[in-house]
């Protein structure tokens, strides 16, 4: 028997052997059929095992387009946020000479409201020598100083000597350019008669008045003024 066929036989009689390499996940695999199924048993384990132990990256959800259509069929479609101006409360006590205004604010998102304040006007048929009190003795008596009580003691004076049941901003505006105090008129010029009334509850005005009128704890402050020398 020849030496090539005594290797034959050997390898006929003996454990079949196979040499492969297997390439998986990195593993270099080499050596009989058992030897390559414990293997491949081994891999599929851990393979396994790193899938439940993987931690996945987030999913990233893309936000639709405005007007698209998704897969059930349904229009996406999102709320626009309009922005509001803030506006002070006492503003809107002074609507008597107060103008709104909308405009678009240019970037689609919405309008803004503005409000720009008229200029009073002067009343030529309010006759102020016709008080039955001289308003300039009236004046003197009291001396007002800031702009607060002038408004306040000028009212007074039209609603008492006067008669004038609801003051107004143009009456105020009249009064003052007569003693020449109009360079004192605010640019809101009807913000202290608001405030006369919210913050220091001297004046009241009813719902759907034109003007304002000076309560009970008005005239008690009006008397008190001028008193102490």
Same mark, same amino acid.
């Given at each position: 028997?020849? %030496?090539?066929?005594?290797?034959?036989?050997?390898?006929?009689?003996?454990?079949?052997? /196979?040499?492969?390499? !297997?390439?998986?996940?990195?593993?270099?695999?080499?050596?009989?059929?058992?030897a390559m199924a414990e293997g491949f048993k081994a891999i599929r384990e851990l393979s396994a095992s790193i899938s439940r132990s993987t931690i996945l990256p987030p999913t990233l959800t893309r936000k639709p387009a405005l007007g698209a259509k998704s897969e059930?069929?349904?229009?996406?479609? #999102?709320?626009?946020? !309009?922005?509001?101006?803030? =506006?002070?409360? #006492?503003?809107?006590?002074?609507?008597?000479?107060?103008?709104?205004?909308t405009s678009s604010n240019g970037n689609g998102s919405g309008q803004k409201r503005s409000y720009s304040f008229k200029a009073p006007t002067f009343l030529?048929?309010?006759?102020?020598?016709?008080?039955?009190?001289?308003? /300039?003795?009236?004046?003197?008596?009291?001396?007002?100083?800031?702009?607060?009580?002038?408004?306040?003691?000028?009212a007074f004076w039209l609603q008492k000597y006067m008669s004038v049941q609801e003051v107004t901003v143009d009456h105020i505006y009249t009064v003052f350019d007569h003693l020449g105090w109009k360079a004192e008129m605010p640019v809101k010029p009807g913000k202290p008669l608001a405030d006369?009334? /919210?913050?220091?509850? !001297?004046?009241?005005?009813?719902?759907?008045?034109?003007? *304002?009128? =000076?309560?009970?704890?008005?005239?008690? *402050?009006?008397?008190?003024?001028?008193?102490? %020398?």
């Open positions: 028997m020849s %030496k090539r066929d005594e290797q034959k036989a050997k390898s006929n009689s003996g454990t079949s052997k /196979s040499r492969m390499k !297997v390439f998986v996940a990195g593993f270099d695999m080499e050596g009989s059929d058992e059930t069929g349904i229009t996406t479609v #999102e709320a626009e946020e !309009v922005e509001q101006p803030e =506006v002070a409360v #006492e503003d809107f006590e002074t609507d008597d000479d107060t103008e709104e205004t030529n048929d309010l006759d102020l020598n016709k008080g039955t009190k001289p308003l /300039s003795e009236f004046i003197e008596a009291k001396n007002p100083t800031d702009a607060m009580d002038k408004y306040l003691v000028v006369l009334k /919210s913050k220091r509850h !001297v004046l009241t005005r009813e719902e759907g008045a034109a003007g *304002y009128k =000076v309560n009970f704890k008005g005239e008690q *402050y009006i008397e008190n003024m001028g008193a102490k %020398k």
